[in-house]
């Protein structure tokens, strides 16, 4: 290892040689290489942890590279862990990298989390973040927590020296379909580097100083206002007891990205034979193509807050541009109780397309 | 007593507002939490840690004039 890599870091005297050793002695597993994990991924590299892991399933879309700036343009289309391993490789030769391309399951997380010391949660999703909190729990091993809403996030170091865990401050995940993530709500990448970054902060805190980092502590970011809200909080020793013990069962992970019930998608086809069904724009109100035939609209942003407007005992079928933001008005309707909601997976033009041609016997290719 | 109320996240937009000072006839913050479900009645369905004055606290948590409560939902995006 050539120290004048770190000299700068070298230099701060409650650092020194002892707190670059430490760091060269870390093993950190990140879980999922987004928004969050990418800047975490990369400062814990150029900063000299010896051995990092990476686990994620996903790969590099167009569409990340805003905020996940671990990846280049070249690196669309590329397994996210093979674009992290070859940007850090060359970032810092220093630094071992062990990649999971499977991502991060119920069956496989006792085995994978094993090696290392320290586990940070990048992903974007309850059932995944439960599951890295009751296996650190069990594994008695510190985890680094962080997510977003639009500009906001948190933060927080759990199951640190006898800290509480992530249980402790919600002890049951949400809903499906309560509370949505980015891929739904849009982020800047800013917030997600912020936030981050205060989990890398954390996780080198965490390894040089590992008496002193905040254990009792979750922090709320609002970039709105640049606030920080630093809230202590206390351990509820039963609780974390009974994640412990062998009775407790993991929970069911099986895909890392999707927590939520998928919702019922149907094709262009399927949703015109649907019996009065009513279709629910979930689109922004000045999105094109306007369709004059449509029922409602609603924009997904909107719709917990007006599910008034809406009628439980109705037969729904949402649409949107990508029918993205369609699934997600689906599982939101569902989990607030709606049994008959689909969403549209061909787009809000081949829906318009389709009305007006309705009576037409031409072969759509939807 | 007279109480500061700030939201946070999702709860924000549920109550159409960041912060608020109001007065509530209410001992604990079990108390003060049904008497907003009442009037938000979005937040029946919502998931929320309470914090007084920036410590996360039990429903049982004894309520003083002047204390600031937070509500504080879990965030998901990564």
Redesign the interface.
């Given at each position: 290892m050539i120290m004048e890599r770190y000299q700068r870091q070298i230099q701060l005297e409650d650092i020194g040689l002892e707190g670059q050793q430490a760091l060269a002695n870390a093993k950190v597993l990140v879980v999922?290489a987004?928004?969050?994990?990418s800047p975490v991924l990369q400062y814990l590299a150029a900063s000299g942890v010896g051995f990092l892991g990476v686990a994620d399933m996903d790969t590099v879309a167009l569409s990340n590279l805003h905020r996940q700036l671990l990846y280049t343009t070249a690196d669309v289309g590329k397994p996210k862990v093979q674009a992290a391993q070859e940007r850090l490789e060359s970032l810092n030769p220093d630094v071992e990298i062990n990649v999971y391309p499977e991502g991060v399951h119920t069956a496989n997380i006792m085995e994978m989390i094993a090696p290392y010391d320290l586990i940070i949660?990048?992903?974007?999703?309850?059932s995944a973040r439960y599951l890295i909190n009751d296996a650190c729990v069990k594994s008695d091993k510190a985890w680094i927590y962080?997510?977003?809403?639009?500009h906001?996030?948190?933060f927080a170091l759990f199951n640190h020296r006898g800290g509480p865990c992530y249980r402790c401050?919600?002890p049951?995940p949400?809903?499906a379909g309560?509370?949505?993530?980015?891929?739904v709500?849009g982020?800047l990448g800013t917030v997600?580097g912020i936030i981050g970054l205060q989990m890398a902060h954390l996780a080198l805190q965490t390894i040089i100083w590992p008496e002193e980092v905040p254990n009792q502590s979750?922090f709320?970011v609002?970039q709105q206002n640049f606030s920080v809200?630093?809230?202590?909080?206390?351990k509820n020793q039963s609780l974390c007891d009974n994640v412990q013990s062998d009775s407790w069962e993991l929970p069911q992970n099986n895909a890392i990205t999707n927590c939520e019930t998928p919702p019922n998608t149907v094709s262009l086809k399927e949703a015109l034979l649907l019996d009065q069904a009513l279709f629910l724009d979930v689109r922004d109100t000045e999105e094109q193509p306007k369709i004059a035939a449509v029922d409602l609209q609603i924009p997904v942003k909107e719709l917990?807050?007006r599910l008034k407007e809406l009628d439980k005992e109705k037969t729904y079928i949402a649409f949107c541009k990508s029918g993205q933001r369609a699934k997600a008005a689906a599982t939101l309707l569902k989990?607030?109780d709606f049994e008959a909601v689909y969403a549209l997976s061909a787009s809000a033009q081949h829906l318009k397309n389709a009305i007006e041609n309705e009576n037409s016997t031409t072969n759509e290719v939807y | 007593m007279e109480l500061t109320l700030k939201y946070?996240?999702?709860i924000a937009?549920?109550t159409g507002k960041t912060e608020e000072i109001r007065s509530a006839a209410v001992e604990t913050v079990d108390e003060l939490d049904s008497v907003l479900r009442r009037e938000y009645p979005?937040l029946s369905?919502?998931?929320y840690?309470i914090?007084v004055d920036?410590?996360?606290v039990k429903p049982s948590f004894p309520l003083k004039s002047k204390v600031e409560v937070?509500l504080?939902?879990?965030?998901?995006?990564?």
């Open positions: 999922g987004g928004g969050l994990g949660d990048g992903t974007d999703n309850f962080g997510a977003l809403f639009k906001q996030g948190q401050l919600y049951k949400p809903a309560e509370v949505a993530g980015c891929n709500l982020v997600a979750v709320y609002n809200q630093h809230l202590k909080m206390d917990e807050q989990a607030h | 946070f996240g999702r937009e549920l979005g369905m919502a998931t840690s914090a920036h410590e996360i937070a504080l939902p879990p965030f998901s995006g990564g």
